[in-house]
């Protein structure tokens, strides 16, 4: 069975604590991330992306939608996570 993770902009949103939902250091998140963005880091660190639009976070009322990483069976949720807040950094730059 394929492994598929999602990744919420939540979680790397600098402007959310850790307990609003924040996956990674605040020197390592962005304000305001796009899905675009994940998934164009997802892309770069190898995996598939998928973009979902029309969905939003259990927590939030705006619909800012999430990314679908197919193919990460090699890594931890949290790596993948924090790899991703990276490229996005590096993407800003």
Do not use: C, F
């Not at 976070?57 to 990483?69: A, K, L, S």
């Amino acid at each position: 069975m394929a492994v598929e993770n999602v990744i919420w902009p939540r979680y790397l949103d600098a402007e959310k604590s850790r307990s609003a939902g924040r996956r990674v250091p605040l020197e390592d998140a962005v304000v305001e991330p796009t899905i675009d963005e994940i998934a164009e880091a997802v892309q770069q660190i190898g995996y598939d992306a998928v973009i979902e639009r029309d969905v939003r976070h259990p927590r939030e009322w705006e619909t800012r939608g999430r990314v679908v990483v197919k193919g990460a069976e090699d890594s931890t949720k949290n790596d993948l996570v924090q790899a991703v807040a990276a490229y996005v950094g590096i993407l800003r730059d």
